[in-house]
């Protein structure tokens, strides 16, 4: 058995994880630290040092002394047995001494061969076998139990009796042996212990014989019923122990010099033999809290500990098998570690979540016996002492009350009923093999079993009788099997099920991909659901997807767009690696056309790898003209060209002096509020030159920009968890906070959406995130890859009780992986779906760093974080910045309300769109004349990749002007498709191949041509055109344009003429409205009413509250 099975999986990347802080000087300096001090350097007690070093690292919040009796570091005491082989001590060492050295200075210190002989609990002092008086802040006891030595027994403390419990007991036991060659040797106990021990002298080859002496009718009858335990006597007895069963030690005999001779039995029969070795039991070492009055069990021993493993004493913790825990300790070593896991957790994680609880262990165990494979899973003697703990759904649907009554009432008639359990038995004498599973009566839950000979199966059981689930197999499946479809995907009929969660059909699979619908796996699992219930099909599924793609002669692209022939993701490492900061190098380095502006695929993707590696501010000349329209003006623009503005809410949570803020913004820039789904207060209709007044005041208020316009992260969604619910046991809102203040900013392939709900009960909807967690007891559950949107997808869970100090390491890698690897526009949950392996993949590479790149991955993040700044700031600090937020270059006049608005519930929003489009042919108008006007000044425009832009005005019409590798083009204004007067703020793309130069409108990317033949063509809808004219730059530093009369240009593209006006569409709730009016609306919010008796409603006292009246707090300044 390796040592390391007993070690915290991470504990042995702790000298790593320290070295890396040490190197970074990441190690906090604080001097000011707790002592904890742990008494007993045995399996549990390293199992707490590993936990609490871990969880403590980066904390660096105690200091640790343990003090241990044994003169060893702590061992395998579980694989001791092995010791008869190598006869090494250092091979059971759990931790080799340099992990010791390696953890920071002062954090561990060990004593061994030192007995705690006392403890002081007025002067939180332990007293030392050497001397010594250590203090302490937190003590924590982990002193074993002792191997029970018979002391009624006459001749107990004769030379050649032996236990079997510590290093030393073997080593003496080995000596002795050595000294009586031919004898026998005894074993007395048919435990697990006393078959490891009788074992162990076997292999000795010292006795001419081991005996095994049982006072049982079988071995085993901890774990196995007579069946079970009379078959593993039978094996034993085949391997050439004998096996002395119903037999009691009576008295030891000795010799004149007090050594071993033999033993009487109970029933009179007398054996010889030179060597006892008692495997009777163990008893727990509470001899030193006895003496310290810390309350110990009186029956069985123990010091006595409750949920949370604090004893009697305050400060004073207890842990592993020396602890009785409501009435019963634990000879186990798995109860051990999770009482050592509970305790470390609730002494570092407890302040961000509720403290973990110590719950009824889980006592299966499976071993190999003198080769006989045993085990014993669950409730595994629910048939014969009656089943511990039956739901009422496990009972099969009855109420336990009334079958308790019932049994009450039947058990005083026909004696006792039998326990409410079925059992379905295995035996085959020839391969010695033994199972019998313990059900419900209905045979829909599995609660324990045992097996024999073949424990195959164990992994799978545990966890179906751990969980509670309902089994959705017949209960003979579990002990015979079900047959095995065959998993080579070539040879299976087109109608063979390989997807059975969603019943999908080889066949769907192959005509998906055939007749094009599917191009990818995503496309696979979205189109035919296969692989989206429990994922287990999904290397069939990929392996058909595979073949048939290329039995088509199928190589799948996912070239960014037509400037390169490359993903997003190679461009992502082209990028990183060669450190390209601007677009204009990107495309050198690896487009298609070196000298190309680009299109309005390219140019986000590439702003925003460049945003998410260097962070750099997105109105930076040479990446302005990269950005969509949201990310231009750093707010979300709206149906009526104005735009939204929402500043960061992290986790929802906002003081009363913030909203007031908002309010006071909002209601002097007359804008219409509303909270939206992400927990925070959106104001929309803020016109563009309106904005940095706006955000001027919203930061001057402390507020900032909250990235609502941007592919990063948006929101970490919370409920109130632990801060007020009644149910919470993770404080959902802190931990949001903090990771909406780690990853705001923080630009990605797509948007990305967080929430942490303080309970199973989720009412923050974390499973539709990207990422969420779920407060568990113990930690965290992190789940991934879900969205909303339309094609909704529940996430799937990544890792599982996480403690929350390790949630950000996890979501660092996660998200920076993400940032790294997914594909143009592809959110999580696609992307997960994407990935060959699915969810199963991302854990191996984010919590087994299959790839070695985990810390890359965190470091990434890290610097993110730390270049973090609020753009609205940066901005409002930069006059040219500023600048970039006038509605017209060429005057501060400004033109608004393009659409007529809406008094409605209070506020005001612009009217419905019309549902046509203006279909007149504004590129074909024939003008009476045109002549040059100088219409803006050329050096507004900067000469970049990307090309540039601005918005005129010249009487009532406006006009967009561009200039792309110094050549100018000017066309109307207003995309026809929605009469929107945004086409300076679209994208511009071009394909030189073709001669073709466009702007895509930010709406709805309909693209117009600049130049050419074609000019003023909508390239993807016929039903649209636009106007172009003749423009170019003269020596006098002015743009001119070949324009006709004012007059004329008003009267084809006035501002005035294509207002959309309230009265053009009709009010899709009249129809509803009537029929509701019928009923009494009274209270309801269109209405305005006082809910209070005789109340002035809300024009009467609440203008007062406005006003700063009566019922106002200081009075309110509007
Ligand atoms: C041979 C053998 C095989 C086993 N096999 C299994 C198995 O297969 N599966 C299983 O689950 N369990 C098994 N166990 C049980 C398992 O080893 C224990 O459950 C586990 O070691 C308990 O850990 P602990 O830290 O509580 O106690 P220990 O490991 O006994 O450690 C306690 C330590 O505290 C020291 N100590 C006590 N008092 C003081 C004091 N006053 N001052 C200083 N130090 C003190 C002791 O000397 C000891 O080193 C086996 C045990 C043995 C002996
Ligand atoms: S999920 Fe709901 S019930 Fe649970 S802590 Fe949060 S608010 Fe409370
Ligand atoms: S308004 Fe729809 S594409 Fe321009």
């Known amino acids: 058995m390796s040592n390391s099975q007993w070690n915290d999986a991470e504990a042995n990347k702790l000298p790593k994880t320290v070295a890396g802080l040490e190197e970074h000087k990441e190690i906090p300096k604080c001097t000011k630290r707790k002592r904890i001090v742990v008494v007993g350097l045995g399996m549990v007690g390293i199992a707490f040092i590993e936990k609490i070093m871990k969880l403590d690292v980066k904390r660096r919040e105690y200091d640790i002394i343990v003090i241990g009796e044994e003169a060893h570091l702590a061992y395998n005491r579980v694989g001791l047995t092995s010791f008869f082989q190598h006869r090494l001590v250092e091979n059971l060492y759990l931790n080799p001494k340099e992990w010791y050295s390696s953890m920071p200075e002062g954090s561990l210190n060990y004593h061994l061969n030192t007995l705690v002989t006392e403890i002081l609990q007025d002067e939180k002092v332990v007293k030392t076998s050497a001397g010594d008086t250590v203090p302490y802040d937190v003590l924590v006891l982990a002193t074993g139990s002792d191997a029970v030595l018979p002391k009624h027994t006459p001749g107990h403390d004769a030379k050649g009796v032996f236990v079997y419990r510590t290093i030393e007991d073997l080593q003496k036991l080995i000596e002795f042996a050595d000294t009586k060659k031919g004898t026998t040797g005894l074993v007395v106990g048919g435990g697990l212990l006393g078959l490891e021990a009788a074992k162990a002298m076997m292999d000795l080859e010292d006795f001419g014989q081991v005996k095994l002496i049982e006072r049982n009718r079988w071995v085993l009858s901890r774990q196995l019923d007579g069946d079970a335990g009379g078959m593993v006597v039978e094996q034993v007895r085949a391997l050439g122990l004998d096996v002395l069963l119903s037999k009691r030690v009576g008295k030891i005999l000795t010799d004149k010099d007090n050594y071993v001779s033999g033993v009487v039995f109970e029933d009179g029969e007398q054996m010889d033999c030179s060597c006892i070795c008692f495997a009777i039991g163990i008893k727990a070492r509470d001899e030193l809290a006895r003496k310290a009055g810390i309350k110990c069990a009186d029956r069985g021993g123990g010091i006595v500990v409750n949920h949370d493993l604090c004893t009697s004493a305050p400060d004073i913790y207890a842990i592993g098998e020396c602890a009785s825990w409501e009435n019963q300790t634990f000879g186990l070593i798995a109860p051990g570690i999770e009482m050592a896991d509970v305790l470390a957790f609730n002494l570092t994680q407890a302040k961000a979540h509720a403290p973990r609880k110590f719950k009824r262990p889980d006592l299966s165990t499976k071993l190999k016996l003198l080769g006989v494979e045993v085990a014993s899973f669950g409730d595994f003697f629910a048939d014969r002492d009656g089943p511990k703990e039956l739901s009422a759904k496990r009972h099969g649907g009855k109420k336990e009350g009334i079958i308790e009554t019932r049994d009450r009432v039947k058990s005083l008639t026909d004696g006792p009923a039998p326990p409410p359990v079925k059992a379905l038995t295995y035996k085959d004498p020839f391969r010695q093999v033994y199972k019998k599973f313990l059900f419900t009566m209905d045979g829909k839950y599995l609660l324990g079993g045992m097996m024999i000979g073949d424990t195959r199966d164990y992994v799978k059981l545990v966890p179906i009788v751990k969980n509670q689930k309902a089994l959705e197999i017949p209960p003979s499946e579990l002990i015979v099997g079900a047959q095995k479809g065959d998993d080579d995907g070539a040879d299976l009929d087109d109608d063979t099920q390989i997807c059975s969660c969603h019943n999908v059909l080889k066949g769907d699979v192959v005509k998906g991909v055939k007749d094009g619908t599917c191009k ?435 009487g009532d019409t406006q006009l967009a002007v561009f200039k792309v590798r110094g050549k100018y083009y000017c066309t109307q204004q207003m995309c026809p498709h929605k009469r929107a007067f945004v086409l300076s703020d679209g994208l511009i793309g071009e394909d030189r191949e073709k001669n073709k130069l466009w702007v895509s409108c930010p709406y709805h990317k309909r693209n117009y041509e600049l130049g050419g033949a074609d000019a003023g063509k909508c390239g993807n809808d016929d039903e649209v055109n636009i106007a172009t004219f003749p423009v170019e730059e003269r020596e006098d530093g002015w743009v001119y344009v070949k324009l006709p009369p004012v007059e004329e240009l008003d009267g084809v593209l006035g501002t005035e003429k294509f207002k959309i006006k309230k009265s053009e569409t009709k009010d899709p709730f009249d129809a509803l409205d009537k029929k509701l009016k019928a009923a009494a609306m009274k209270g309801r919010k269109s209405l305005q009413v006082s809910h209070l008796e005789g109340g002035k409603g809300e024009k009467g006292v609440a203008a007062a509250i406005l006003a700063g009246g009566e019922r106002a707090a200081g009075g309110l300044d509007w």
């Open 520 to 954: 990818s796996i995503g496309d696979v699992k979205a189109c035919t659901k296969a692989g989206t219930g429990c994922g287990g099909c999904m290397p069939l599924v990929q392996t058909i997807f595979n073949k048939t793609m290329s039995s088509m002669g199928q190589e799948v692209k996912n070239h960014l767009c037509p400037h390169f022939e490359y993903s997003r993701v190679d461009i992502y490492n082209i990028v990183y690696v060669k450190k390209l900061k601007e677009f204009a190098d990107v495309m050198k380095e690896c487009g298609k056309d070196p000298e190309s502006t680009g299109c309005e695929a390219c140019k986000p993707t590439i702003g925003s790898i460049i945003a998410s590696l260097f962070n750099k501010h997105l109105l930076d000349d040479t990446r302005r003209g990269l950005q969509d329209t949201n990310d231009r003006f750093l707010a979300n623009i709206q149906r009526n060209g104005t735009f939204s503005v929402i500043p960061r809410v992290s986790a929802g949570e906002i003081t009363p002096e913030k909203l007031i803020i908002i309010g006071t913004v909002a209601k002097k820039y007359g804008l219409y509020t509303k909270i939206t789904g992400g927990q925070r207060i959106d104001m929309f209709g803020a016109k563009k030159q309106d904005l940095v007044a706006i955000w001027t005041e919203l930061v001057n208020g402390g507020m900032e920009s909250g990235h609502a316009y941007a592919k990063s992260l948006r929101t970490v969604k919370s409920c109130v968890g632990t801060t007020w619910c009644r149910f919470g046991i993770g404080d959902s809102v802190g931990m949001a906070v903090r990771l909406e203040e780690r990853y705001k900013s923080i630009r990605s392939p797509h948007k990305i959406k967080g929430g942490v709900s303080g309970c199973v009960r989720e009412c923050a909807e974390a499973q539709n995130k990207d990422f969420g967690l779920i407060a568990t007891e113990n930690g965290y559950n992190i789940f991934v890859g879900g969205n909303g949107g339309a094609k909704p997808r529940h996430s799937e869970l990544l890792a599982k009780d996480v403690p929350p100090d390790d949630v950000v390491p996890i979501l660092d890698r996660y998200l920076s992986f993400y940032i790294r690897t997914a594909d143009k526009l592809q959110r999580t949950a696609r992307w997960i779906e994407n990935m060959p392996g699915g969810i199963n993949y991302l854990r191996e590479v984010i919590l087994q760093d299959k790839l070695g790149i985990c810390a890359d991955l965190e470091r990434q993040m890290e610097e993110l974080v730390g270049s973090f700044f609020c753009e609205w700031t940066e901005v409002i600090k930069n006059p040219a910045r500023r600048a970039q937020f006038q509605q017209f270059a060429n005057t501060t006049d400004n033109i608004n309300d393009t659409i007529e608005p809406t008094e409605e519930r209070g506020q005001q929003r612009p009217s419905y769109w019309p549902k046509e489009s203006v279909k007149e042919d504004f590129r074909g108008t024939k003008w009476s004349s045109l002549s040059w006007q100088p219409i803006v000044k050329a050096e507004l425009f900067k000469d970049v990749a990307t090309g540039d832009s601005q918005a005129v005005k010249r």
